[in-house]
């Protein structure tokens, strides 16, 4: 079983930064991609970013260029750093894991979501 727990959403103006963190934790061997989603109001969560234990990264092409993903694999801990945020960019992002190796499928596990608002 994985736990996580997100961390940095807030309230920010048009064009400012803000750097999301989740935190797996709980009984696994270890964790596999870590990734985060994104649900704004009357829409599908979809898709940010998602990371690979050894690195490697997929963007939604609405935030490449501007949104990047890291991970520490000793901290369990993954982050995304949102650059250059719009409005549109508003919604609850979820974090997104899993312990086993499930190619580009989403993770079994969720956190529990932290509000993102950006004004203009």
């Known amino acids: 079983q994985v736990q996580l727990v997100e961390s940095g959403g807030g309230l920010v103006q048009a064009g400012e930064s803000l750097r999301l963190s989740c935190a797996a934790s709980?009984?696994?061997?270890?964790?596999?991609?870590m990734g985060w989603y994104r649900q704004a109001p009357g829409k599908q969560r979809e898709l940010v970013a998602v990371i690979t234990v050894g690195g490697i990264t997929n963007y939604a092409d609405s935030v490449k260029g501007r949104f990047t993903i890291s991970r520490d694999n000793a901290k369990n801990t993954v982050y995304l750093q949102m650059n250059s945020l719009k409005p549109e960019d508003t919604a609850v992002y979820y974090c997104n894991a899993d312990d086993e190796n499930r190619g580009w499928k989403v993770g079994r596990y969720w956190g529990q979501g932290t509000q993102v608002t950006v004004s203009s």
């Open positions: 709980g009984s696994f061997f270890s964790i596999n991609n």
